[in-house]
């Protein structure tokens, strides 16, 4: 159980282009999804807080127009990064917050994107 | 001050030895402690999670709470090559959200 999928699990675009991300819970329902970047050899950065049904809440120093989050149901998040450049270039990576009474209510993640902006 | 501080490692120990991971975090509301392993270009997976002060075992694993001092630990017994990895400690936050708060990763290599 607790399996969230991630696609595509990579991609290399062309600058100014956009580019989505679909993270799916597959098994659960999961009211709350979370927005992760990576950047080589550092640690996870949270990019944004994603509510069913309402509007994600940015970290600090995350455009969010530039990266637009849309969490449409209770098993799918989407990130769309717009006009994306090679500094866009990262691992991103989601997780789904399992809040049923019988879970841990613990964080899944997904297995990543990689996107590599040209 | 980080909120969640690890040492970034590398943590090298023999196989078969015991190894052990610190974390201390700053906010004393916290309630819910994570562990998450990271292997190189993959995502993080959950080993463990712990709510109260004391161990916790889970197989090889034992996650070892304090909060009176603000750290947790985890400890990996018989440590086998496949072990090596970036360890992830998370702190749950007790604002809005319920967000993690990850610590930097210690990076473990056990060598055979």
């Known amino acids: 159980g607790a399996v969230v999928s991630q696609h595509p699990s990579w991609v290399i675009c062309k600058s100014g282009t956009s580019v989505k991300i679909e993270c799916r819970s597959l098994?659960?329902?999961?009211?709350?999804m979370f927005w992760y970047r990576q950047f080589p050899k550092q640690s996870l950065m949270l990019m944004a807080t994603?509510?069913?049904?309402?509007?994600?809440?940015?970290e600090q120093g995350v455009e969010k127009d530039k990266f637009l989050i849309n969490h449409a149901s209770l098993t799918l998040s989407t990130l769309t990064v717009t006009s994306a450049h090679p500094e866009d270039s990262s691992f991103y990576i989601c997780s789904a917050r399992d809040k049923a009474p019988h879970s841990t209510d613990t964080q899944y993640f997904g297995p990543g994107t990689r996107l590599t902006v040209l | 001050q980080k909120e969640v501080e690890q040492n970034s490692g590398p943590l090298s120990v023999p196989e078969g030895a015991i190894a052990s991971l610190n974390c201390t975090y700053s906010d004393r509301g916290s309630q819910s402690f994570f562990w998450y392993r990271q292997y190189s270009g993959k995502s993080p997976e959950l080993i463990m999670f712990i709510y109260s002060n004391g161990d916790k075992e889970d197989g090889r694993f034992t996650a070892q709470l304090n909060k009176a001092s603000q750290y947790v630990s985890l400890l990996i017994r018989d440590s086998q090559p496949s072990d090596s990895a970036t360890y992830l400690c998370?702190?749950?936050?007790?604002?809005?959200?319920?967000?993690?708060?990850f610590g930097a990763g210690t990076r473990l290599a056990v060598h055979p």
């Open positions: 998370a702190v749950r936050s007790a604002g809005g959200y319920n967000k993690l708060i």
């Open positions: 098994d659960f329902q999961a009211t709350t």
């Open positions: 994603s509510n069913e049904g309402s509007k994600a809440t940015y």
